[in-house]
T-cell receptor
Framework: DQQVKQNSPSLSVQEGRISILNCDYT??????FLWYKKYPAEGPTFLIS?????DKNEDGRFTVFLNKSAKHLSLHIVPSQPGDSAVYFC???????????FGQGTTLQVKP | DAGVTQSPTHLIKTRGQQVTLRCSPK?????VSWYQQALGQGPQFIFQ???????QRGNFPDRFSGHQFPNYSSELNVNALLLGDSALYLC???????????FGAGSRLTVL
């Protein structure tokens, strides 16, 4: 029972262009949505989040979009930088419980 | 601020053995969660400890057990190891079961 799907295992973009990472979910009880970034040999680090009452949240170069009717979450990175190259995980929760359901991850490569 | 620290970083065990992994949460955090990340997958929730009690548990067998100490540090124990237990084990901490978790770099377990 896979509640969360990141359908693109990898993504390659040119430096300065936009990176768009996507995540689909099935559980309509999810009300808090997060993105984490993971570099090799490090733990995942929190990037940005959004609650179900919003459809957009921005933090510098990073914007998260939530489409509740389509059960779709996306992360936009503009402009992309080589240091953004990492594995990106979407994560979901219902209630403020700290129990997160993670997607499978998308490996982003930003080429100079 | 040392963040979340985990030990050991790597270890190798054989089938049937037992293993104990350790975690010290970020300063100021009182809740510890453990996740298992298999190769090519996202982290999967094992369980969460708060006030020295297991508060939530994911879909993992009883071979997986844990403990939280009065100083908020935690241990993850796995008995009767199987080959399929080979994974990166991530510890995450938060304050009051919040959704934004701070992860450690993980303990890489290989079962032969």
């Amino acid at each position: 029972d896979q509640q969360v799907k990141q359908n693109s295992p990898s993504l390659s973009v040119q430096e300065g262009r936009i990176s768009i990472l996507n995540c689909d979910y099935t559980n309509s009880m999810f009300d808090y949505f997060l993105w984490y970034k993971k570099y090799p040999a490090e733990g995942p680090t929190f990037l940005i989040s959004i609650s179900s009452i919003k459809d957009k949240n921005e933090d510098g170069r990073f914007t998260v979009f939530l489409n509740k009717s389509a059960k779709h979450l996306s992360l936009h990175i503009v402009p992309s930088q080589p240091g953004d190259s990492a594995v990106y995980f979407c994560a979901f929760n219902s209630g403020n419980t700290g129990k997160l359901i993670f997607g499978q991850g998308t490996t982003l490569q930003v080429k100079p | 601020d040392a963040g979340v620290t985990q030990s050991p970083t790597h270890l190798i065990k054989t089938r049937g053995q037992q293993v104990t992994l350790r975690c010290s949460p970020k300063s100021g955090h009182d809740t510890v969660s453990w996740y298992q990340q298999a190769l090519g997958q996202g982290p999967q929730f094992i369980f969460q400890y708060y006030e020295e009690e297991e508060r939530q548990r994911g879909n993992f067998p009883d071979r997986f057990s844990g403990h939280q100490f009065p100083n908020y540090s935690s241990e993850l124990n796995v008995n009767a190891l199987l080959l399929g237990d080979s994974a990166l084990y991530l510890c995450a901490s938060s304050f009051l079961e919040a959704n934004v978790l701070t992860f450690g770099a993980g303990s890489r377990l290989t079962v032969l």
